[in-house]
């Protein structure tokens, strides 16, 4: 693997982003459109802070649909910004017209997932990495192809006069990605925004490409944003790192505070599903049940407490985890049961609506009651119970209600910030 870089003390600020929200509107179907019913609204992005020193290393760690890459987008103008701010040296990014949007984009460079949706296949290396230069307003050909030529070198291209007129075609994963790179770092930005660099590659030059961007880091004193979901590489790349969870920052720190003390349960989670090399080790892996919520419907309260293992009573438990709970139960039971429970239990879809008060049940009050009070027995550690305020019967079924949730916000824990119930502003 690469060489960590050096870690940063200085406290120059190059990127400022202050309670950044981008949220996108769905556009539903024709009729509820016509009708002007609103189709809600995807919290890509919701309420984020992060500070980009310079020559810092900033990692965006979290799983596809956690919104690391709509941020890192967020921070060129490529995307709408909803509210908040994105300052760059001083200047608001969110604020920008086109045309100081195209000079802010010299500064702030962007590094694509998959070089082969980056590169234009129709143009060779030569005008590809060139017509940056172009768009910024450099129109001598001779001063484009000189560039052109050093950023190739720059980037381990060489000799470069076998690549200048080649495709895209012609070129390997790894080349392809050295070409991308050369594009980005053509017009001498402050700032690389990486979105997955590496995870389109083969095994064999992700470290290759991680080295690079190190020396590329050095050679021209760049600071990095660096999006990824594999925290191995980001241990060794990054000086801080930032767990993103369903538009939000949960957990952030330097990336040695993160891995020796991991405190929000989603970054145990992550770190735990790292592959470990080897084979007669067993690890246990203890990972999150289920899979990450719907952006445009997150839950109450804290977004990961439906698949945390640790969550408390004021988590934010709601009528739509009681659902999951029914139905987790079913897959465990026969047709018949099945059919006898459901029928007791009634229509659940009234449960997909968020609330704090659950009313369930088409037959007998009493019945439904002991069928829920089984399966609390079945599974008393289940995370929900701890949720549930009380359990009451009333003429047309059994209620039931949840403690109210707490949405925590980022505090301080020990060397880093966590957004979880279990750490007040004085826990370490």
């Known amino acids: 693997m690469p060489t960590k870089p050096e870690s940063v003390t200085g406290n120059d600020t190059v990127i400022d982003v202050r309670d950044l929200s981008v949220h996108f509107g769905l556009r539903g179907s024709t009729l509820a459109r016509l009708f002007g019913r609103d189709a809600g609204t995807v919290k890509a992005v919701d309420g984020v802070d992060l500070a980009l020193r310079r020559g810092e290393v900033v990692g965006l760690v979290g799983e596809s649909g956690s919104g690391k890459s709509t941020l890192g987008r967020a921070l060129l103008g490529l995307v709408p910004i ?20 195209r000079e802010v984009r010299s500064d702030i460079a962007m590094v694509f997932q998959d070089p082969n949706a980056a590169l234009n296949p129709a143009m060779t290396v030569e005008v590809a990495v060139g017509d940056a230069l172009r768009v910024q307003g450099v129109t001598s050909e001779t001063e484009r192809r000189e560039r052109v030529v050093d950023a190739l070198e720059r980037v381990g291209l060489s000799p470069v006069e076998l690549f200048l007129a080649k495709y895209p075609r012609d070129l390997s994963g790894g080349q392809k990605q ?38 590329l880091k050095r050679d021209l004193d760049l600071s990095y944003v660096y999006i990824t979901h594999d925290l191995a590489s980001a241990k060794f790349f990054c000086d801080r790192i930032a767990i993103m969870y369903l538009g939000r920052i949960v957990e952030i720190g330097d990336t040695e505070e993160i891995f020796a003390h991991p405190r929000h349960p989603y970054t145990r989670a992550l770190l735990k599903a790292i592959p470990d090399p080897d084979p007669a080790r067993s690890v246990p892996r203890d990972l999150p049940r289920g899979e990450i919520p719907d952006a445009a419907s997150p839950p109450l309260g804290c977004a990961f407490h439906p698949r945390c293992p640790v969550a408390t009573a004021t988590c934010g438990w709601e009528s739509r985890d009681l659902r999951s709970l029914l139905e987790e139960h079913w897959t465990r039971r026969d047709a018949e049961t099945y059919e006898r429970e459901r029928a007791l239990v009634g229509d659940l879809d009234h449960l997909d609506t968020p609330a704090t008060t659950a009313r369930i049940g088409s037959g007998p009050p009493d019945q439904v009651r002991a069928l829920l009070e089984r399966i609390r027995a079945e599974n008393p550690d289940e995370p929900l119970w701890q949720g549930v305020s009380e359990i009451t019967e009333d003429g047309s079924g059994v209620v039931v209600r949840f403690h109210e949730g707490e949405d925590p916000d980022l505090r301080p824990a020990g060397g880093a910030e966590v957004a979880c119930v279990l750490y007040g502003d004085d826990q370490g």
């Open 82 to 101: 909803t509210s908040g701010n994105v300052v760059f040296e001083g200047r608001d990014v969110g604020r920008m017209g086109r045309r100081e949007l």
């Open 178 to 215: 050295r070409v991308v790179m050369a594009r980005a770092i053509i017009n001498s930005p402050t700032v690389l925004v990486a979105d997955e660099p590496i995870s389109m590659l083969d095994m064999s030059v992700r470290a290759k490409i991680l080295q690079l961007m190190l020396d």
